[in-house]
């Protein structure tokens, strides 16, 4: 399977309409069971995100919609024919490349799942080709602009550690070493979110990687963490100094304030103790990214961007991008080194007298 970063593999919101469940109640019971039975492959045997599951469920839920509405009641039934009938509704309702190329991809993972289960005599996926899409370059942030980020959000960190609330306040846990003192939930969140977007702007990891990570994956030692990605795949990545120092700092002042009992192993928490989630990690890199003023909004993604961007601007080589993104192409991590020259044109014209 190629890679979510790449454009083939379903991604972003599930096609609009009723959702999943509402659609397969709909569904004659054998396409149905069908549905059920790929959802189990992909959740148990693919090991895919809870994100690319539900990309795949809703674009398969509305190909079989559409075909059990043209009379097909069984897996068994259907064709490439039935396959470019669907997409052909999705290219006239002004579906974009991306999301055709997307959906259709999603059909070939369906039948090649029902061919290999015996309800397709041969898979019709193959001869819906492939459409090509227009890759686009992702946006990153300069380095000028992550340090200053990064250099703000550390003095406000700094800032926190440091201000410590009066002892003895009734029901309030204590720092270890320091009976009765804490430093408040606004400064453990400041502590947090310094320790949060250190941590992505070194590693390259994607957000589900982030708010995954239990306080045991980081090794300060050998200053790694252990990753857990896509597919299950573990991978062990390099954590630079700042970053170290700012998840040390969280886990030593931050994370005993926010702690609960339900909080476990997580390595990020949120305000009610909970393990941190993706959409609340996304939204705290918009908000400090915003408030920090770089030149545009981007998200955990377009860290990582600028991770692999900056990582081959320094000289790093492509294979050790591609083992530090845990991409499972290098064709995936290539993009980056388009985005470099491209940075690097720009920089020549603004600069050569010549140019």
Do not use: N
Not at 8 to 29: E, F, M, N, Q, Y
Not at 159 to 171: C, D, K, N, S, V
Not at 249 to 263: H, I, M, Q, V
């Amino acid at each position: 399977m190629k890679d979510a970063d790449e454009v083939t593999v379903p991604s972003g919101p599930p096609p609009p309409g009723p959702p999943p469940d509402v659609l397969a109640d709909a569904l004659p019971p054998a396409l149905a069971a069908a549905l059920a039975a790929f959802e189990r492959h992909l959740r148990s045997e693919r090991s895919l995100s809870p994100h690319t599951v539900r990309a795949y469920i809703g674009d398969v839920s509305s190909l079989l919609g559409y075909v059990g509405d043209q009379g097909i009641a069984a897996p068994e039934e259907l064709g490439v024919a039935e396959l470019r009938g669907w997409l052909a509704i999705q290219h006239e309702s002004g579906a974009a490349r991306a999301t055709l190329a997307r959906r259709g991809a999603a059909a070939r993972a369906f039948t090649a799942f029902a061919h290999r289960r015996g309800w397709l005599a041969t898979d019709p996926g193959p001869r819906l080709g492939t459409l090509k899409t227009r890759r686009t370059l992702p946006h990153v942030l300069s380095q000028d602009e992550m340090a200053d980020v990064l250099t703000g959000l550390d003095q406000a960190a700094r800032q926190a550690g440091a201000a410590r609330l009066p002892p003895g306040e009734p029901g309030e846990p204590g720092e270890p070493g320091e009976p009765g003192r804490r430093i408040g939930t606004e400064a453990a969140v400041a502590l947090r979110d310094s320790a949060v977007l250190e941590l992505l702007y070194a590693t390259g990891i994607r957000v589900s990687e982030l708010c995954g990570l239990d306080a045991a994956h980081l090794d300060q030692d050998r200053r790694t963490i252990r990753v857990r990605g896509k597919g299950d795949k573990e991978r062990t990545v390099p954590v630079g100094l700042p970053a170290l120092r700012a998840v040390t700092r969280w886990l030593d002042a931050g994370r005993t304030e926010l702690a609960t009992t339900a909080s476990g192993p997580a390595l990020f928490l949120g305000v009610r103790g909970g393990r941190l989630d993706p959409r609340t990690a996304r939204r705290i890199v918009h908000e400090r990214l915003g408030k920090a003023g770089t030149t545009r909004d981007t998200g955990p993604h377009g860290i990582r961007h600028s991770t692999a961007t900056h990582l081959l601007e320094g000289g790093a080589d492509l294979r050790s991008v591609q083992e530090i993104l845990g991409h499972s192409s290098p064709a995936t991590t290539q993009i980056y080194t388009h985005v470099s020259v491209d940075r690097l044109k720009s920089s020549y014209r603004q600069a050569h007298p010549r140019a």
